[in-house]
């Protein structure tokens, strides 16, 4: 077992590619929000030809050191406890240890799916509000089992609708809390992405954020029955807040097809640094900051403006392959920090 001890605001992890530099990013992420950030199933972090990985940390949050630990066996459920009291569902612990992650890989926010913005905006929002977290689980389980219905409709060539229908009551009784969350935590998230970007890019372009969803033109109940048809031909459920999604602008065209590389890693820390914000905003506690690997991809003049954007007062942790410029930009921003070189181990 290895460990570390942190003290400064910025905590630097440098290394070359593969040396794990991420890992113990992915490490931190974890213990906040109880799964990976890049990994889709919990038993993909054990090592090969391992029965189980365990997770251990002592955070100071109130003037107090907690005890954080996660053990995750081969067979088996996981376990998550918090000063020493295990939870019994892992997602009591989401909001306690805030965290916001920016990596490299995040600019498929704009080009990749509505999946991934949705999971984005649900990040945000389940981290500062415990009722909305709970609403979305229970609104995806039901979800969940309405498509399996309509799966076993399909095989079987016969129709409950009636057991359809409290599928339908209990959707249309989740959504709008949902809905209206998503929809009223838009414009301070914009705000804030606004003055990050008008900073990152020089008040070039100007950037805007549209919300999607069925739930702005028409009521959910209706539009259930409206698509019934076609949910019964494609066997799942076409309609409802499952389908939102956020258009990414500048100067009114889509970032996806009109921004350049340059300017989309812009929004994108823009609207990460934003994130940040409005969870410190909302809470009332500094979110952990984790930056991988980006430093890489930025020009020297996003860079040290990426580096005066960093908030003060929270615990920063930066993974970057080029300690000594790094270090050099750490120290024209003036911030304090420690670097911890990481290398791979045989």
């Known amino acids: ?18 040396a794990g530099k991420t890992n113990l990013l992915d490490a931190i992420y974890f213990l906040c929000i109880t799964k990976s950030y890049f990994s889709t199933t919990d038993l993909q972090n054990i090592k090969h030809d391992f029965d189980f990985f365990r997770l251990q940390a002592k955070v100071k949050i109130d003037e107090e050191l907690i005890d954080v630990i996660c053990k995750q066996p ?24 805030p965290v916001v992650m920016i990596t490299p890989y995040d600019v498929e926010l704009i080009n990749d799916g509505s999946e991934l913005r949705r999971k984005f905006f649900d ?8 009722d909305y977290l709970n609403k979305l689980m229970q609104y995806n389980k039901i979800l969940l089992q309405r498509n399996t219905l309509l799966k076993q409709f399909a095989k079987e060539g016969k129709r409950n ?3 359809l229908q409290t599928y339908d009551e209990q959707l249309v009784a989740l959504a709008p809390y949902i809905f209206e969350k998503r929809q009223k935590s838009l414009p ?18 100007k950037i805007a954020i549209d ?3 069925d739930l702005l033109k028409f009521d959910f109940a209706t539009l259930l029955k409206q698509t019934l048809e076609k949910d019964l031909l494609t066997q799942r459920t076409n309609a409802g807040i499952h ?14 097809k009109f921004g350049s590389q340059g300017q989309q890693k812009s929004f994108i820390l823009s609207l990460k640094l934003a994130q940040w914000k409005f969870i410190q905003n909302d809470l009332q506690k500094n979110p952990f900051l984790l ?16 580096m005066s954007l960093l908030p003060n007062d929270c615990q920063v942790f930066i993974s970057d392959t080029d300690k000594f410029r790094l270090e050099k930009m750490l120290r024209s921003a003036q911030k304090k920090f420690e670097v911890f070189e990481i290398e791979a181990k045989n």
Do not use: P
């Not at 389908?243 to 996806?256: P, Q, R, V």
């Not at 930056?291 to 020009?299: A, E, G, P, S, V």
């Open 74 to 97: 081969q067979l088996g459920k996981k376990e998550f406890s918090f000063q020493n009291n295990i939870y019994d569902k892992t997602s009591e612990h989401i909001g306690k240890m």
């Open 1 to 18: 077992m290895s460990g570390y001890n942190f003290t400064q605001s910025v905590v630097c992890f440098t290394g070359l590619n593969g």
């Open 188 to 205: 301070q998230l914009i705000k804030w992405c606004t003055e990050n970007y008008e900073k990152l890019s020089d008040g070039k372009e």
């Open 161 to 163: 609708l009636i057991l």
């Open 243 to 256: 389908k939102d999604d956020w258009s990414f602008l500048m100067n009114g065209n889509a970032i996806k």
């Open 211 to 213: 919300y999607e969803s």
């Open 123 to 130: 990040n945000i929002l389940s981290q500062t509000d415990h």
């Open 291 to 306: 930056i991988d690997d980006f430093f890489d991809r930025l020009d020297e003049t996003r860079a040290a403006m990426l």
